[in-house]
């Protein structure tokens, strides 16, 4: 074949000069043949929609090598189509399949897979029209979050991976070593003797890049992380990973109600990027929710299809309400009162499921809601206590179909306070001195929070399981691939 060079299918969909030779590379999604002519629908990731590819008289070897799944080398003439599904299509004068995939080898065929079965060919589910538009999007987001940042002046940090605090103090972390777990070292006590361990202390997966963001922000002013993070929550849910990544800002002279501010102004924007750039995937995906929802009973069936829920969440104002408000609301709700909770709201200072966050969103509120001002005893040590002793200010924001998707807190900035909390909590306070010493050194207030990507990419893309918006999933028991 000459050299020539290829085109993104992308760019030759939208070309409106017609009659110019093009090189065509991609994979074969589908193909029909009709008397002496074989039609192959070829997608090469660039964008969701297929190019045809029309071969006149095509040789034996062509008929029969040009199977679903196969890769394919074209040049062609890119002609207006007589049909007006699309503005063209490639009259081939070379076609090579560079890659054969034997049809009665490949799994993946031009018929609906169940999400359940793709997840078991996770290494080939790229290839669906799908998990295309889930990626495509997956990456404009991360895109986004950085101009998002970027344009407001923050600087990007990297926190360690590895790490020896816990900064969520759930104790639910991986542990790291290079020690042989079959004959592990003792000291005096018969305990195992972390000294001898590689960092000389034990170490763990990050569960969130926090701690050290604060410290950048205690001189950028304006700082954030985007990075994995790790729980070893043994929660099998459909919005749970135990890798998944996290979006972190920290910014110091905020408040919680500047917190506020930035967390709803931040999803709006990525939402809105999203609706300004993705619409084709987006349009796909919208389709696909309205095929699953036929299928369901009516009274499960949601009252917006994608578009107009996206659309809805970006027009309107999120309510903000308290944790005791909250509690209020679903203490009186009929929902409670007739039962229909897994977990019955019994009263203040219950930990909220993501049953009842839903219900907020979805029934009460019916928009996005951030809820503030929770009960010290389910939250983390770092937050800033308010004058009632009771409570703390965190703020989570919370989603319809999702439940929390941000959770952050206005921090704890007065010293005294901090220790006190740390002690009364077990958080070591020796090993933490650097977390301290910004308390101690030229405190200021400041504020940050925690967006889960996936939780994002779940809603923006209208998918109902967090293992299809992340290409290789860990989850419990399973880190295929
Ligand atoms: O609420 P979380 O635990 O907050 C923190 O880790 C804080 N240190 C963040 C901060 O203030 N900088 O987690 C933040 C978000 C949650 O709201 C949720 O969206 C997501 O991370 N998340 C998970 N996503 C997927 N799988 C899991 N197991 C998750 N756990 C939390
Ligand atoms: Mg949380």
Redo the contacts with the bound molecule.
């Keep these: 074949m000459t050299k020539q060079k290829r085109t993104k299918i992308v760019d030759i969909l939208q070309c409106t000069e017609f009659d110019k030779e093009v090189l065509v590379k991609g994979w074969i999604r589908n193909r029909r043949f009709s008397k002496n002519v074989a039609f192959l629908s070829v997608n090469d990731g660039s964008t969701i929609n297929n190019i045809q590819i029309v071969v006149t008289n095509p040789s034996e070897e062509l008929t029969a090598k040009c199977s679903v799944g196969s890769s394919v080398a074209c040049i062609g003439k890119w002609v207006k189509s007589q049909g007006d599904k699309q503005l063209g299509e490639v009259e081939a004068k070379e076609v090579t399949i560079t890659g054969f995939a034997d049809p009665e080898l490949y799994p993946l065929q031009p018929k609906k897979h169940s999400l359940e079965f793709l997840r078991e060919i996770a290494h080939l589910r790229f290839r669906t029209s799908t998990f295309g538009a889930v990626f495509r999007i997956r990456h404009a987001m991360a895109y986004a979050i950085h101009k998002f940042f970027n344009d407001r002046g923050f600087v990007y940090i990297n926190t360690p991976i590895i790490t020896a605090s816990d900064?969520?103090g759930a104790g639910e972390m991986f542990r790291v070593t290079t020690m042989d777990l079959e004959n592990l070292p003792k000291n005096e006590s018969g305990k195992v003797d972390y000294t001898k361990d590689f960092f000389g202390k034990s170490t763990n997966l990050t569960?969130?890049?926090?701690l050290e963001?604060e410290l950048a922000a205690m001189a950028l002013s304006q700082v954030y992380t985007f990075g994995p993070?790790f729980?070893a929550?043994n929660?099998n849910t459909t919005?749970?990973?135990?890798e998944?990544w996290?979006v972190?800002p920290?910014m110091a002279f905020y408040d919680i109600n500047d917190n506020m501010d930035i967390a709803e102004e931040m999803l709006k924007y990525l939402i809105q990027y999203a609706l300004d750039n993705c619409m084709d995937d987006i349009m796909f995906l919208d389709q696909r929710l309205q095929n699953e929802e036929k299928d369901k009973p009516q009274n499960e069936r949601s009252d917006m299809g994608l578009i107009e829920k996206l659309k809805f969440v970006v027009s309107h104002d999120f309510a903000r309400v308290s944790y005791t408000e909250a509690i209020d609301v679903l203490q009186n709700s009929n929902y409670n009162k007739k039962n229909k909770f897994k977990y019955p709201v019994t009263g203040w200072g219950l930990d909220l499921q993501s049953e009842h966050e839903r219900y907020l969103v979805e029934h009460h509120y019916k928009r996005p809601v951030i809820l503030t001002d929770y009960p010290k005893e389910i939250k983390?040590f770092y937050m800033k206590q308010n004058e009632d002793g009771k409570t703390v200010r965190a703020m989570?924001v919370l989603f319809p179909q999702i439940g929390?998707?941000?959770?952050?807190?206005e921090r704890e900035s007065d010293y005294t306070k901090l220790v006190t909390r740390m002690r009364e909590m077990g958080v070591p306070e020796k090993e933490m001195f650097w977390y301290l010493d910004l308390r101690r050194f030229g405190t200021v207030e400041h504020s940050?929070?925690?967006?889960?990507f996936?939780?994002l990419i779940l809603f923006v893309t209208g998918m109902s399981n967090?293992r299809d918006v992340i290409a290789f999933p860990r989850t419990p028991g399973n880190a295929d691939f």
């Design positions: 900064c969520e569960v969130s890049g926090q963001a993070t729980r929550e929660s919005r749970h990973l135990a998944f996290m972190e920290e983390a989570d929390e998707i941000i959770g952050g807190s940050g929070f925690g967006l889960g996936e939780r967090i």
